[in-house]
């Protein structure tokens, strides 16, 4: 379906060069050097003119549509900077819950409005200066438009308007600016793929024209900083840190900006039901809220759904570390006491202060925190202080983006419900344990197993390889399984088809449950079912002892894997068995961070492979840094070895290419999480059960039929179903 929507496309819309078609009559005239359009008619008249094929005036319309959005949103950040710095422009302060002064509220009324009213008018005379008569409000942009910009999808349709043109370098530049924010696209993925097959296009057209500057700096200050340059990442951490304070201020200003406040009347909760104060009040904290997210918003890149956790604080800790190594004690200082602002109980940021106020020898008191930081919290916890007094007092809602707000901010009568929410986790509601748990030590011990490799000597964090989990025997029925249910063409997944990660291998896969299934059915033995269960509870129980004695680990999924090279196909062969990726989390190698949400799966939280042969070649699996390219550790299958890590962005992992046989492992993730335990597993044991009893059952009436004196009926077996349908096994009471 795709490939034949993407043939109409080609077919619909004239091939590049050929001659483009008239405008359509009543689009918006530009004129270079005039005030700014309404982005809204000027996206809608530029999607006029590509469906017509009129290339050139929607990239013009479209390119216009965006400066006039750009436009809009620097005239409300520089004009409120200006208007709140005039004289006299500073609202009345009155402390929420002080007292009212004897003259009533006829004292503070007429202040409070005159302000703002001085304020509405400098807003007004600077937004008509800077974009003409009518100001902001003639440029006012719709919820849906809104969207449509965030999501780039100008770039989207200029990619193609480029691409008629032969304008090729900016078609790839605009394409790889859709993409970065849109990276699950397939079509465009091919599209960029298109481009970097093209001989015209440069390697440099491959530029992201929206994202901030301030996150190229980050990812270079931390690139040099991991290379122990700190001289050279000092600049760019600066620069990083000062960009991300600059787009806070432009989110603020465009927090005031009416469609912010679009959908409003559907928000009673503020009292917008209500009179004049009740109406201001909810305005007020919309705005509020707004406000305390632009840290959030700040923090996350493009195309991912979730920030950078700590990005201020973390960003502060690099620089006071980055500071230190250049032998600038005082900058360090001013740095690591920025961090103290946000966390004044932080020992690693009160040992590297006492360590630096060491270094300096007399003490400075001129010396302290960043003025931009002090400036941005006090700024931050007075708006939190009004959130949550409206909150007790008003009902409203507010979830709160930063770990860092001191407790005190929080009224008592609210602190200990949120204290609940924020610490409550799923293995809260767990059964208390019958018993305490053995660690790893005792565990080894008592399984027969060895330690081969700790995360020490495998250069990383929560690694670790163990053998003799499995006997040669065991590696050899569980071997048999697979291939049985391989002959049966029961495999779950991919039924013996090439793999989706290489097409120079075939795929096998068996769950626990399918495999008690076939073993029901007779398919595959009893054993190898049964073994393939209880090993992958032995897996988890000593995951869970070597790496977390503290908190239960349940299997969240089982997975008997085959990998068999195909024969003929791999000479020359390039690929990789299974990309480098970690299991709970987005790798992204060009930043080296790793993203903790969908489509991964982020829940899991530790991850095994059990091995059950050697005679194949290839197939190793690496661990690698961040980066995807550099291999840190690799480890040898071979029959009943464990490889054991934390599935996060710690442990990016691949498998080398198999060329030759078939490689077979066990695949295990478990999680903390009991509503993400492994149900299919729970069924499994139960089927294998079921069938055990009924056999016993079998035995016991043959042995009945062959002896003249059966036991009493006292001790006679009945089976009898529950509620639920299901077999149960009691005594038949005379």
Same mark, same amino acid.
């Not at 008003?394 to 602190?415: C, M, Q």
């Not at 305490?436 to 670790?464: F, H």
């Not at 894997?561 to 790798?587: K, Y």
């Given at each position: 379906m795709l490939r034949l929507l993407r043939l109409l496309l080609w077919l619909l819309l004239p091939p590049p060069g050929s001659p483009e078609p008239p405008e359509p009559p009543g689009l918006v005239q530009l004129s270079p050097g005039a005030p700014p359009q309404a982005p809204d008619l000027l996206y809608a008249d530029g999607l006029r003119a590509y469906s017509a094929g009129a290339w050139g005036p929607a990239v013009a319309l479209f390119r216009e549509a965006l400066r006039?959005?750009?436009?809009?949103? =620097?005239? !409300?950040?520089?004009?409120?900077?200006?208007?709140?710095?005039?004289?006299? *422009? /500073?609202?009345?302060?009155? +402390?929420? $819950?002080?007292?009212?002064?004897?003259?009533?509220?006829?004292?503070?009324?007429?202040? =409070?409005? !005159?302000?703002?009213?001085?304020?509405?008018?400098?807003?007004?005379?600077? *937004? /008509?200066?800077?974009?003409? +008569?009518? $100001?902001?409000?003639?440029?006012?942009?719709?919820?849906?438009?809104?969207?449509?910009?965030?999501? !780039?999808?100008p770039y989207n349709y200029l990619q193609?308007?480029?691409?008629?043109?032969?304008?090729?370098?900016?078609?790839?530049?605009?394409?790889?600016?859709?993409?970065?924010?849109?990276?699950?696209?397939?079509?465009?993925?091919?599209?960029?793929?298109?481009?970097?097959?093209?001989?015209?296009?440069?390697?440099?057209?491959?530029?992201?024209?929206?994202?901030?500057?301030?996150?190229?700096?980050?990812?270079t200050g931390l690139e040099l900083l991991g290379q122990q340059e700190a001289a050279l990442a000092l600049p760019k951490l600066e620069e990083a840190l000062q960009g991300?304070?600059?787009?806070?201020?432009?989110?603020?200003?465009?927090?005031?900006?009416?469609?912010?406040?679009?959908?409003?009347?559907?928000?009673?909760?503020?009292?917008?039901?209500?009179?004049?104060?009740?109406?201001?009040?909810?305005?007020?904290?919309?705005?509020?809220?707004?406000?305390?997210?632009?840290?959030?918003?700040?923090?996350?890149?493009?195309g991912r759904s979730f920030p950078v956790p700590d990005?201020?604080?973390?960003?502060?800790?690099?620089?006071?570390?980055?500071?230190?190594?250049?032998?600038?004690?005082?900058?360090a200082?001013?740095?690591?006491?920025s961090v103290l602002l946000f966390y004044p109980e932080e020992e690693a940021a009160k040992k590297a202060l006492n360590q630096y106020q060491t270094q300096l020898g007399e003490p400075r008191p001129s010396l302290g925190p960043r003025e931009d930081i002090r400036r941005f919290l006090l700024r931050s916890l007075g708006e939190k202080r009004q959130l949550y007094y409206a909150m007790e007092h008003l009902g409203t809602s507010f979830k709160d983006p930063d770990s860092w707000t001191p407790e005190s901010f929080i009224p008592k009568a609210l602190r200990e419900k949120l204290r609940e929410d924020q610490e409550k986790r799923p293995w809260d509601q767990e059964p208390p344990q019958t018993k305490p748990l053995t660690y790893w030590k005792d565990v080894l011990l008592l399984e027969g197993v060895t330690l081969t490799q700790d995360a020490q000597q495998l250069n990383g964090s929560e690694r670790a390889v163990l053998d003799g989990l499995l006997t040669p025997a065991e590696c050899g029925v569980l071997l048999q399984l697979a291939k049985d249910a391989a002959k049966a063409g029961a495999r779950s997944g991919y039924?013996?088809?090439?793999?989706?990660?290489?097409?120079?291998?075939?795929?096998?896969?068996?769950?626990?449950?399918?495999?008690?299934?076939?073993?029901?059915?007779?398919?595959?033995?009893?054993?190898?079912?049964?073994?393939?269960?209880?090993?992958s509870e032995r897996v988890r129980t000593l995951t869970q002892a070597y790496f977390s004695p503290e908190r239960p680990l349940h299997l969240s999924f089982s997975h008997l894997v085959?990998?068999?090279?195909?024969?003929?196909?791999?000479?020359?062969?390039?690929?990789?068995?299974?990309?480098?990726?970690?299991?709970?989390?987005?790798?992204?190698?060009?930043?080296?961070?790793?993203?903790?949400?969908?489509?991964?799966?982020?829940?899991?939280?530790?991850?095994?492979?059990?091995?059950?042969?050697?005679?194949?070649?290839?197939?190793?699996?690496?661990?690698?840094?961040?980066?995807?390219?550099?291999?840190?550790?690799?480890?040898?299958?071979?029959?009943?070895?464990?490889?054991?890590?934390?599935?996060?962005?710690?442990?990016?992992?691949?498998?080398?290419?198999?060329?030759?046989?078939?490689r077979c492992a066990l695949a295990l993730w478990h999680t903390w999480a009991a509503e993400h335990r492994e149900q299919e597993w729970t069924e499994a044991k139960e089927l294998l059960q079921e069938e055990e009893e009924e056999e016993e059952e079998e035995e016991e009436e043959e042995s009945l039929s062959r002896d003249p004196s059966p036991e009493p009926p006292s001790h006679k077996l009945q089976r009898v179903q529950d509620k639920a349908g299901k077999p149960l096994r009691v005594r038949e009471e005379l």
């Amino acid at each position: 379906m795709l490939r034949l929507l993407r043939l109409l496309l080609w077919l619909l819309l004239p091939p590049p060069g050929s001659p483009e078609p008239p405008e359509p009559p009543g689009l918006v005239q530009l004129s270079p050097g005039a005030p700014p359009q309404a982005p809204d008619l000027l996206y809608a008249d530029g999607l006029r003119a590509y469906s017509a094929g009129a290339w050139g005036p929607a990239v013009a319309l479209f390119r216009e549509a965006l400066r006039s959005r750009a436009a809009l949103g =620097l005239a !409300r950040r520089d004009c409120g900077a200006s208007c709140a710095a005039e004289p006299g *422009a /500073a609202f009345p302060a009155q +402390p929420l $819950g002080a007292p009212q002064p004897a003259s009533g509220s006829g004292t503070w009324e007429p202040l =409070l409005l !005159r302000a703002t009213l001085r304020r509405a008018e400098c807003l007004s005379q600077c *937004a /008509a200066r800077r974009l003409g +008569p009518g $100001g902001a409000a003639r440029l006012r942009v719709g919820g849906a438009l809104r969207d449509a910009f965030r999501r !780039r999808e100008p770039y989207n349709y200029l990619q193609r308007a480029y691409y008629q043109l032969k304008k090729l370098d900016l078609a790839a530049s605009a394409a790889h600016t859709y993409f970065v924010a849109n990276p699950t696209h397939l079509q465009m993925r091919e599209d960029m793929a298109k481009y970097r097959r093209m001989s015209g296009v440069r390697p440099q057209s491959f530029q992201d024209l929206v994202t901030p500057r301030y996150w190229a700096a980050y990812d270079t200050g931390l690139e040099l900083l991991g290379q122990q340059e700190a001289a050279l990442a000092l600049p760019k951490l600066e620069e990083a840190l000062q960009g991300s304070l600059a787009h806070v201020e432009s989110c603020r200003a465009s927090c005031e900006g009416p469609e912010e406040q679009q959908g409003a009347e559907e928000d009673e909760e503020e009292g917008s039901q209500g009179g004049l104060y009740e109406a201001i009040a909810g305005h007020w904290i919309r705005v509020l809220r707004c406000r305390q997210h632009c840290v959030t918003d700040t923090a996350t890149r493009p195309g991912r759904s979730f920030p950078v956790p700590d990005f201020l604080p973390s960003q502060l800790r690099r620089l006071h570390e980055a500071y230190a190594q250049v032998g600038n004690v005082s900058q360090a200082i001013e740095n690591v006491l920025s961090v103290l602002l946000f966390y004044p109980e932080e020992e690693a940021a009160k040992k590297a202060l006492n360590q630096y106020q060491t270094q300096l020898g007399e003490p400075r008191p001129s010396l302290g925190p960043r003025e931009d930081i002090r400036r941005f919290l006090l700024r931050s916890l007075g708006e939190k202080r009004q959130l949550y007094y409206a909150m007790e007092h008003l009902g409203t809602s507010f979830k709160d983006p930063d770990s860092w707000t001191p407790e005190s901010f929080i009224p008592k009568a609210l602190r200990e419900k949120l204290r609940e929410d924020q610490e409550k986790r799923p293995w809260d509601q767990e059964p208390p344990q019958t018993k305490p748990l053995t660690y790893w030590k005792d565990v080894l011990l008592l399984e027969g197993v060895t330690l081969t490799q700790d995360a020490q000597q495998l250069n990383g964090s929560e690694r670790a390889v163990l053998d003799g989990l499995l006997t040669p025997a065991e590696c050899g029925v569980l071997l048999q399984l697979a291939k049985d249910a391989a002959k049966a063409g029961a495999r779950s997944g991919y039924r013996g088809r090439r793999s989706p990660h290489s097409p120079h291998e075939r795929f096998e896969g068996l769950t626990v449950l399918k495999a008690a299934q076939l073993a029901r059915a007779g398919t595959v033995g009893r054993a190898g079912a049964k073994l393939l269960l209880e090993v992958s509870e032995r897996v988890r129980t000593l995951t869970q002892a070597y790496f977390s004695p503290e908190r239960p680990l349940h299997l969240s999924f089982s997975h008997l894997v085959c990998r068999s090279a195909i024969e003929g196909e791999q000479e020359q062969r390039m690929d990789l068995s299974h990309p480098v990726h970690a299991d709970n989390c987005v790798l992204d190698p060009d930043t080296g961070e790793c993203w903790r949400e969908p489509p991964a799966y982020t829940y899991r939280d530790y991850s095994g492979l059990l091995y059950l042969n050697d005679d194949f070649k290839g197939g190793d699996l690496f661990f690698t840094q961040p980066n995807a390219l550099t291999v840190t550790a690799q480890v040898r299958p071979r029959c009943g070895r464990l490889v054991a890590f934390s599935s996060g962005g710690e442990n990016p992992h691949g498998v080398w290419a198999v060329t030759r046989g078939r490689r077979c492992a066990l695949a295990l993730w478990h999680t903390w999480a009991a509503e993400h335990r492994e149900q299919e597993w729970t069924e499994a044991k139960e089927l294998l059960q079921e069938e055990e009893e009924e056999e016993e059952e079998e035995e016991e009436e043959e042995s009945l039929s062959r002896d003249p004196s059966p036991e009493p009926p006292s001790h006679k077996l009945q089976r009898v179903q529950d509620k639920a349908g299901k077999p149960l096994r009691v005594r038949e009471e005379l």
